[in-house]
């Protein structure tokens, strides 16, 4: 990796690891007794740290895709439920605008495909966004018309909204620079990255012009038939946990701690990995959540004096918070003691999935561990 990728890399992680700070931090607040004025305030500058960390999200996730290519997670899905999706995701935003949105499928309503959800939603989310974006009043419709072969799931996917005269003729690089121009940045790299993930994943993309001022994307995929049905959602934690926070970075704690609120999780905190050994003598914690570079004691030394305590209080699970998370920083990680890894930023899914596994493994073999946490 260049010198520059690296520093773009750094840069963008650490953003949105901020603004996840930010964000937990507008959560807190607005359940305080605060004036309307002041809510109003606190929602302004959570909606503004949201935008920014989507943005920054968009804009490493377009990079990797034009240096690296296209990285898919393919999982059984049922194509009925990601309609549901792109519609939840988008009409508060379209009504905040003004803007009708409709949402249609047509096909067998158990059709399951093996695809990326991420992926087709990301689709979705550039030509869904671009028509709200350009839609001043009236409706923008969003539909999914599915086809069961031998071949595999046919999904045709269209998105009718406005038609601006001046993008006729355009090629693409014009039309993305004028799209930036008057509606964003985020709405251009979602153009974008839609046709890329269409163009990857090797379908075919149209516009159909009806005349007038409307105007329709149109892209098929073919996407192989699932041969199991999709996982259930992950349910919550059966108890809540008392969860230890240790982080140097008060910002970080908070997002943690946040994090574990919304799981009912109680929480105590640590500032480095020394206050974490003494806090952890007691044995009182379900989970410890630990940084990995701290001063005083970093979260590997920390483990490691924990796992010499003895007694119940040394086999606590004992989850890692790094955003450096390659394989082989996880294995030195858990050679260490640790029973997982949680990337930084957090995602609620991920902080979740290591409860549930912390809660039913209280005394896991951390190699076992390890291989749940890399699945």
Request: glycine residues 8%; negative net charge.
């Amino acid at each position: 990796m260049s010198l520059p990728d690296f520093f773009f890399d750094r840069v963008t992680a650490e953003i949105i690891q901020q603004m996840d700070g930010a964000l937990a931090l507008t959560d807190q607040l607005s359940r305080q007794r605060l004036t309307p004025d002041a809510h109003a305030c606190v929602s302004g500058v959570a909606e503004a740290a949201e935008g920014v960390r989507r943005l920054m999200e968009r804009a490493t996730d377009l990079r990797k895709i034009t240096n690296h290519g296209l990285s898919l997670e393919p999982a059984p899905l049922r194509l009925r439920e990601l309609v549901d999706e792109v519609h939840s995701r988008w009409q508060p935003s379209a009504a905040n605008s003004g803007v009708t949105l409709l949402v249609s499928y047509d096909g067998d309503p158990d059709a399951c495909a093996l695809g990326d959800r991420k992926r087709l939603l990301q689709v979705f989310d550039g030509f869904v966004g671009e028509a709200v974006a350009s839609m001043r009043r009236g409706a923008v419709e969003a539909s999914v018309r599915t086809a069961v072969g031998p071949e595999g799931v046919r999904l045709e996917g269209r998105v009718r909204g406005a038609r601006d005269p001046a993008w006729k003729g355009q090629d693409l690089e014009t039309r993305v620079r004028d799209i930036e121009a008057r509606f964003g940045l985020e709405v251009a790299i979602g153009v974008v990255m839609a046709r890329q993930i269409v163009d990857g994943l090797g379908g075919t993309l149209r516009s159909e012009g009806a005349g007038g001022t409307s105007e329709t994307a149109v892209f098929e995929i073919l996407l192989p038939i699932a041969l199991e049905s999709p996982a259930e959602e992950p349910q919550e934690a059966e108890r809540s946990a008392h969860v230890l926070v240790v982080d140097d970075n008060a910002t970080n704690r908070m997002v943690a701690q946040a994090l574990c609120e919304m799981f009912d999780c109680t929480c105590e905190s640590a500032n480095d990995g020394a206050q974490a050994v003494e806090a952890a003598r007691s044995g009182r914690f379900d989970l410890i959540l630990m940084d990995i570079k701290m001063p005083v004691m970093d979260g590997v030394a920390a483990t490691r004096a924990i796992r010499a305590l003895g007694g119940p209080a040394s086999v606590v699970p004992i989850i890692a918070l790094t955003a450096n998370a390659e394989p082989e920083d996880a294995e030195g990680y858990l050679a260490a003691g640790m029973n997982g890894v949680v990337e930084k930023p957090m995602k609620p899914e991920h902080l979740l999935a290591a409860l549930q596994a912390a809660l039913g493994e209280t005394a896991a073999d951390p190699a076992a561990s390890a291989k749940a946490a890399a699945a």
